[in-house]
């Protein structure tokens, strides 16, 4: 992805390796943050979380050309046979916002999950109309929540969203 006005915007999408560990207290914050500046439901996640997606290479890392994170997003499963995938937890750094990154990574996102887990069912829960887009783009369609995972871990994963009651 190449965008004009600076070299600092200049950034790839790459499938993480344990080489992107030293992103995950950054991706945490401007996860935080945002939460906190939408007042929406984004899940909060502990970069230890972070840092085993980064090593399982079960997440997408956005980064400038001389090496600024930008924006990040990870496959999370759920199931006996990890048949349910959601790509969760994207993220752009605010300076990065509008510019089309969101997609990317959720593009990159959707193709490593289908790679990773071909039989699964895909889904993303959300409350960003930006991301709701996104997802609608990928093919994904609203359902009710019985069409999600019954795994448990997957609803004791919810109980840190401020929209889970």
Same mark, same amino acid.
């Given at each position: 992805?190449?965008?004009?006005?600076?070299?600092?915007r200049?950034?790839?999408?790459?499938?993480?390796?344990?080489?992107?560990?030293?992103?995950?207290?950054?991706?945490?914050?401007?996860?935080?943050?945002?939460? %906190?500046? +939408? /007042?929406? $439901?984004?899940? @909060?996640?502990?970069p230890?979380?972070?840092? &085993?997606?980064?090593?399982?290479?079960?997440?997408?890392?956005?980064?400038?050309?001389?090496?600024?994170?930008?924006?990040?997003?990870?496959?999370?499963?759920?199931?006996?046979?990890k048949?349910?995938?959601?790509?969760?937890?994207?993220?752009?750094?605010? %300076?990065? +916002? /509008?510019? $089309?990154?969101? @997609?990317l990574?959720?593009e990159?996102?959707? &193709?490593?999950?289908?790679?990773?887990?071909?039989?699964a069912k895909?889904?993303?829960?959300?409350?960003?109309?930006?991301?709701?887009?996104?997802?609608?783009?990928?093919g994904?369609?609203?359902?009710?929540?019985?069409?999600?995972?019954?795994?448990?871990?997957?609803?004791? /994963?919810?109980?840190c969203?401020?929209?889970?009651?």
């Amino acid at each position: 992805m190449q965008m004009n006005d600076s070299v600092d915007r200049k950034i790839q999408i790459y499938t993480t390796t344990k080489d992107h560990i030293k992103y995950a207290v950054e991706i945490c914050d401007v996860i935080k943050d945002a939460a %906190k500046d +939408r /007042g929406t $439901g984004i899940a @909060k996640r502990d970069p230890k979380y972070i840092e &085993q997606k980064i090593k399982d290479s079960k997440a997408v890392i956005a980064l400038t050309c001389t090496g600024k994170f930008a924006g990040f997003c990870y496959i999370e499963s759920w199931g006996e046979n990890k048949d349910y995938v959601a790509n969760s937890g994207l993220i752009i750094v605010p %300076k990065y +916002r /509008g510019l $089309g990154l969101g @997609k990317l990574i959720k593009e990159k996102a959707f &193709q490593l999950s289908r790679k990773t887990f071909p039989n699964a069912k895909m889904f993303g829960i959300t409350t960003s109309p930006a991301v709701m887009r996104i997802n609608y783009y990928l093919g994904y369609r609203p359902v009710t929540f019985d069409h999600l995972t019954e795994d448990e871990s997957f609803w004791i /994963g919810c109980q840190c969203c401020s929209n889970y009651d």
